[in-house]
């Protein structure tokens, strides 16, 4: 691999969920029945449910997943994302969904990016801006532990790296919001029937904070 950091899938789950601040930036950004890639698709969520929705879409990893054949819509291609095998200009928007924390060369694959794609690069990265209040209580995001993560970007930096590729950043926000209430009230020893009552208060009258484990970001390809 010369982009891409070779790694495993011990969870079994990459690339089987679709989360829905991210699917809203490509329905949003992506005109009806773009050609669009996806760059690391994994399993081939985010492929299969746009192929559904009318895009022309080519699912890409540097893995071969045995769940592609099983696939009804889209087409998938295994390929390093630093060494993509398509012609210039082939896609109208690139998505590449928690892609680049992996990469040992970032910028070379957003290059490889811009190179076949002509107007849009949809991305989202873990965010990794510690200034929040879990850093007081010496906790943090999973991301900070998973060992296939080389790169952990800011929204400042994960500008910065745009920039360098001549991306010029138009939309910026939050995804994925991690709620600890969620799971506080499971942790206290009170009847469960109460500890549900909380839960449901502290969601209703907004009484506990919200953290966005990621950033979604739309980019624009310079002409």
Request: with cysteine; glycine share 6%.
């Amino acid at each position: 691999m010369r982009g891409v950091r070779s790694y495993g899938d011990p969870q079994g789950s990459w690339g089987t969920g679709i989360q829905p601040q991210r699917l809203d930036s490509v329905l949003r950004h992506a005109p009806q029945g773009a050609r669009i890639v996806d760059l690391g698709s994994a399993r081939g969520a985010y492929t299969q449910e746009l192929a559904r929705r009318g895009f022309h879409v080519v699912g890409v990893d540097c893995r071969l997943y045995c769940e592609w054949r099983r696939k009804t819509q889209g087409v998938f291609v295994q390929a390093e994302g630093s060494d993509l095998p398509f012609p210039s200009k082939t896609f109208d928007t690139a998505i590449a969904f928690e892609v680049l924390e992996h990469c040992l060369d970032p910028r070379a694959v957003l290059l490889e990016i811009v190179r076949c794609t002509t107007n849009k690069v949809i991305l989202s990265v873990p965010n990794c801006d510690l200034d929040n209040a879990l850093r007081r209580y010496d906790l943090a995001m999973a991301h900070w532990t998973d060992t296939t993560h080389c790169n952990f970007f800011t929204e400042d930096s994960i500008r910065d790296l745009l920039a360098t590729a001549g991306l010029t950043v138009s939309e910026m926000s939050n995804c994925y919001p991690i709620k600890p209430n969620d799971y506080f009230w499971d942790t206290v020893r009170i009847p469960r029937h109460i500890a549900k009552l909380m839960r449901s208060l502290c969601e209703r009258f907004s009484l506990a904070e919200t953290y966005w484990s990621s950033i979604v970001v739309v980019a624009e390809i310079p002409a």
